[in-house]
């Protein structure tokens, strides 16, 4: 089965920058996506919605990012990025990506609805 992998997350000062990738490796095939969300889980706390590009729309953020964080995806549509800057250590958390449905490239073909990566940990310290 298809799978969402999440990268790019590491040990970071506060006030610094790490950008985490999100695509969807399938050999013979290029996986697109048109709508794709970045969560993040801290320890104890209930996931929530960090970034998402929507299609047909433009980025949307929560308010504790916004200005800092950035919320791409190339122009082949089959890799998401977040570009995360000035980091505080509140952002330490576990990092998922999500996508509602991912499509082939070639033919537009869904693949796979309601994915979730793996998660990538974002450790801020102060």
């Known amino acids: 089965q298809v799978q969402l992998v999440e990268s790019g997350g590491g040990l970071v000062q506060a006030g610094g920058s790490l950008r985490l990738s999100c695509t969807a490796p399938v050999s013979g095939d290029t996986i697109c996506f048109e709508t794709m969300g970045w969560y993040r889980q801290a320890r104890g706390k209930e996931r929530e919605l960090v970034a998402a590009?929507?299609?047909?729309?433009?980025?949307t953020y929560q308010d504790s990012v916004r200005g800092r964080f950035t919320i791409s995806k190339d122009d082949a549509g089959h890799t998401v990025y977040l570009q995360m800057n000035s980091l505080k250590p509140e952002d330490t958390a576990l990092y998922y990506c999500?996508?509602?449905?991912?499509?082939?490239?070639?033919?537009?073909?869904?693949?796979?609805?309601?994915?979730w990566g793996q998660g990538t940990q974002v450790t801020v310290s102060s």
């Open positions: 590009i929507i299609s047909g729309g433009g980025p």
């Open positions: 999500y996508t509602p449905r991912m499509f082939s490239c070639f033919d537009s073909m869904t693949i796979r609805y309601g994915t």
